[in-house]
């Protein structure tokens, strides 16, 4: 058997170039080479408040943008997290083997929990349900971007406590971060990551925003006070660029120097923003062939979840059996 893929995104916001450069594009890309599963994780976007209409639409929306960056259902499996009841009941055995000073220590849960007086005790078990998302399929590789790697490795540290407490159990899987890309970071603020959450139409490209509007974020990104690309002594603005660019056209190191050194920064972001509008238009354009087919990403969702879910079932078996649970 081929080893195992897996990943996850939120149903929330739009989704947007840092989540395609630092994830997504490696879902299509690895999905011929194992057996892949895609999650929509709509149970981890209910750990802050969602409007109920509009997360519904959101997993929807999600779905088809992820079928037009080109995961083919005839080789991965599509889910929406909730609609496979053994996520979260696995993530509750995993909990009980999980110290709170581990979640404590988490970056994401500090940021969050900081930035707001109260928050639902979910904020904190969130990596421990990402932790069940992964191991539940026993997956060998996780292909995310950097700002998971420490959810990754709690991923790691869960598997093995379990391991050594219960008897082998699950496979311990390895994070695949892309060499460019992983951390994409925001247009208008380039020390912070861009995120689907930031407010400010000027952060983040969406997958699904017009070319006309493309351009006027890229050309309107944040860059420093020197007029041209200077590699030794760009700020982080226009590395934020040429990283974008790099990734997109996948072109080496060298390229990227001979085509840049000394180019003005509005010839930059000029070539910048006609390099991502090409690379989205495909995706653009079979989206929404996508969604004028009625019942088609209802369908992929329903038979994906039928797909995956006895793989599911099977390891909470084997974990109830292993910590002496009732299994009739
Ligand atoms: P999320 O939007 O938080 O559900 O993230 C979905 C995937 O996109 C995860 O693998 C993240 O690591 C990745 N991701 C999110 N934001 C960025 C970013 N700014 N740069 C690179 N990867 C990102
Ligand atoms: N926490 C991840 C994020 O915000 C999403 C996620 C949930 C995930 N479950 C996962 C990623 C399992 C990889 C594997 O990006």
Redesign the pocket.
């Known amino acids: 058997m081929r080893p195992r893929v ?5 149903p929330t916001g739009s989704p947007h170039i840092g989540n395609y450069l630092g994830a997504l594009k490696n879902w299509a890309k690895i999905q011929y080479d194992y057996d892949s599963i895609y ?1 929509i ?1 709509d149970l ?1 976007a209910v750990t802050v408040y969602q409007d109920p209409a509009e997360l519904r639409a959101k997993i929807e929306e999600l779905a088809g943008v992820l079928l037009a960056i080109g995961i083919d259902p005839t080789h991965s499996s599509l889910i929406v997290q909730s609609s496979v009841a053994a996520h979260a009941e696995l993530a509750w055995m995993l909990t009980c083997v999980t110290p709170i000073g581990w979640l404590e220590r988490m970056t994401q849960f500090k940021a969050k929990s900081e930035a707001q007086e109260s928050i639902g005790s979910g904020v904190m078990q ?1 990596p421990v ?2 932790a069940a ?2 191991l539940i399929y026993q997956a060998a590789i ?1 292909p ?2 950097d ?2 790697s420490q ?1 990754l490795e709690l991923t790691r540290d869960i598997a093995q406590r379990f391991n050594s407490l219960y008897g082998d159990t699950f496979v311990v899987p390895e994070t695949r971060l892309p060499t460019v890309g992983a951390r994409i970071m925001g247009l208008d603020e380039p020390e912070k990551k861009m995120s689907k959450s930031a407010a400010g139409s000027g952060h983040a490209v969406s997958l699904l925003d017009p070319p006309d509007v493309i351009r006027k974020k890229i050309l309107r990104a944040t860059t420093d006070s020197n007029p041209a690309v200077d590699f030794e002594t760009a700020g982080a603005g226009v590395r934020n660029l040429l990283a974008i660019f790099q990734a997109f056209t996948e072109s080496t190191d060298e390229a990227l120097r001979t085509q840049f050194s000394g180019m003005r920064y509005g010839d930059l972001k000029k070539t910048v923003a006609e390099a991502v509008i090409a690379a989205l238009e495909p995706i653009q354009k079979r989206y929404r062939e996508i969604t004028a087919e009625t019942g088609y990403i209802a369908r992929v969702l329903e038979e994906g979840a039928e797909k995956v879910r006895p793989i599911a079932n099977d390891t909470v078996k084997k974990a109830k059996r292993a910590m002496g649970l009732y299994t009739p």
């Open positions: 897996l990943s996850g995104i939120q999650c994780v981890h969130y349900l990402m998302d992964i996780v995310v971007g700002d998971q959810h």
